[in-house]
């Protein structure tokens, strides 16, 4: 198979990777051949090799996560017999560590600011953050020159002709170990020539919510299965995120102490109970561990949430994503709004669930994107729109 000659201009792929699947989704972008809506060619589920600590270090589970997906990328292109013309690897925080910060830099003897400043700069400034133990991926959310915003969309018209002093960004910054990082490089050699883009969720997220949802002030919370990232907008603008270890697994692995079945009986439990399936007798079971499991939740929400302090009184809206949210009990914490107080001056938050149909006005494209779960997936082809 020659990757670099048998490219099908026009498809497009995004892949995101969770802590147990690689989901994949193949599809044809709207405006193709008149449609309205992208058409779904595939859509692939790998399984990933077993995580948790039972692989020892976390940095042993990153690495073998990046190994099956340059398993997963090579599988895909050999069943379409051809590469897509575009590839969004999306990375999540069973990858990644997140951070929101903000670079500055002096500049001297500059009365005119131009893209090519900009450009110039970040570059210098990524170097100057790069560290030995850890790679590093950074991508701007702004320009601040002197202590104020500049919009990058006016200086591709013209430079802006104020005396700077001071150019700063806040940046997005996905942390990986070096041999993550590493294997990342590998990838991108091996599928040399193609339009590869490791993007972080967090940023397809932020994309999603202004394009999309047409909202400016928001927390969202996207409860994945080993971890649950929470990420705050500010005027637009991505401003803080932080992460904390506790997912949909940690109540599949209260489930299996509490009534002695087996990892694969538990998950199939509890997404049946997500989903409004089972009788009365074992949803008022699930229900008394999942209301008193949720009550760990929220105070790892609550613990979590401090980082956020330094940003200003949290917004009355709340997005909800991720597995974890097809489960009642933490809809309702989230929604009574007692986790709020301390940080907001509003009482009652205004929860939105958003699924990855949603984000096509409801159109599933044939089931290719369903539920909660399934709205990082969707928020990357939203991306590459």
């Not at 997005?172 to 990082?181: D, H, I, K, M, S």
């Amino acid at each position: 198979m020659n990757l670099f000659w048998n490219k099908n201009a026009g498809l497009h792929a995004v892949l995101d990777i969770g802590s147990s699947l690689i989901r994949v989704v193949i599809f044809e972008p709207a405006g193709k051949n008149t449609a309205t809506t992208p058409r779904v060619v595939k859509k692939l589920a790998v399984s990933l090799p077993v995580g948790g600590n039972k692989l020892g270090s976390p940095r042993e589970d990153k690495l073998r996560i990046v190994q099956k997906l340059h398993e997963v990328l090579m599988q895909m292109i050999k069943e379409l017999g051809a590469t897509p013309e575009r590839i969004i690897v999306g990375v999540g925080p069973n990858l990644a560590d997140f951070s929101v910060s903000e670079w500055s830099a002096p500049i001297s003897g500059k009365r005119h600011l131009t893209m090519r400043d900009l450009s110039a700069s970040f570059a210098a400034l990524l170097e100057k953050e790069r560290k030995p133990d850890r790679s590093l991926l950074a991508y701007p959310l702004g320009v601040i020159a002197n202590g104020y915003p500049v919009s990058d969309v006016a200086l591709a018209r013209e430079p802006d002709t104020r005396m700077i002093a001071t150019l700063g960004f806040p940046v997005l910054l996905a942390e990986f170990p070096t041999n993550v990082g590493e294997e990342l490089g590998v990838i991108e050699r091996t599928l040399g020539g193609l339009r590869i883009e490791f993007l972080p969720v967090l940023r397809a997220y932020e994309d999603m919510i202004l394009r999309v949802l047409k909202i400016h002030d928001t927390l969202m919370i996207d409860i994945g299965s080993a971890h649950t990232l929470v990420m705050l907008m500010q005027n637009g603008t991505l401003t803080r995120t932080v992460t904390f270890p506790l997912g949909v697994s940690y109540f599949v692995e209260r489930l299996v102490e509490a009534s002695s079945i087996s990892l694969a009986q538990a998950v199939e439990e509890l997404r049946r109970y997500g989903d409004h399936a089972v009788d009365t007798a074992t949803g008022v079971r699930l229900h008394n561990m999942m209301e008193r499991e949720a009550l760990n939740w929220r105070d790892e929400l609550i613990n979590a949430l401090d980082a956020f302090y330094t940003a200003g009184p949290l917004p009355a809206s709340v997005i909800l994503a991720g597995g974890g949210a097809y489960f009642p009990e933490i809809h309702a914490i989230l929604a009574a709004g007692e986790w709020l107080t301390g940080f907001s001056n509003e009482k009652k938050p205004v929860v939105r669930v958003v699924e990855g149909r949603t984000l096509f006005e409801g159109d599933s494209l044939h089931g290719a994107l369903l539920g909660p779960e399934e709205c990082a997936l969707a928020s990357y082809m939203i991306y590459l729109r």
